[in-house]
């Protein structure tokens, strides 16, 4: 079992940026792959960015140049610092834990914990 609090979600303007943060517990954080997915209201989850075990990183084409990822094993959390927001970056943002592979994905079937939800609103 992985328990996963998301923080740091609300409203700034365009341009603006804000800081996500994700603290797991209830097992080891360094052996999980972890991600960050959103969703839109009406649109599907999707894939933000995802970061492995050994720390490799993926990110979505929209926010490669705009969105950061980190993960501090010693804290068991993960953050993502998002800049130049956009209001098309309005969502609810999930952290997940995936514990049942080994490899990064962008699939949100593979991510077996989900945090509930923090929301992120960019004014235009």
């Known amino acids: 079992q992985v328990h996963l609090v998301e923080s740091g979600g609300g409203l700034v303007q365009a341009g603006g940026s804000l800081r996500l943060s994700c603290a797991a517990s209830g097992r080891t954080f360094s052996s999980i792959v972890m991600g960050w997915f959103r969703q839109a209201p009406g649109k599907e989850r999707e894939f933000v960015v995802g970061?492995?075990?050994?720390?490799?990183?993926s990110y979505a084409d929209s926010v490669k140049t705009r969105f950061t990822i980190s993960r501090d094993n010693a804290k068991n959390t993960v953050s993502l610092q998002m800049n130049s927001l956009k209001p098309e970056d309005t969502a609810v943002y999930y952290c997940a834990a995936r514990t049942t592979g080994v490899f990064l994905t962008k699939t949100p079937d593979a991510y077996d914990y989900w945090g509930q939800g923090t929301q992120v609103t960019v004014s235009s």
């Open positions: 970061i492995s075990r050994g720390g490799s990183i």
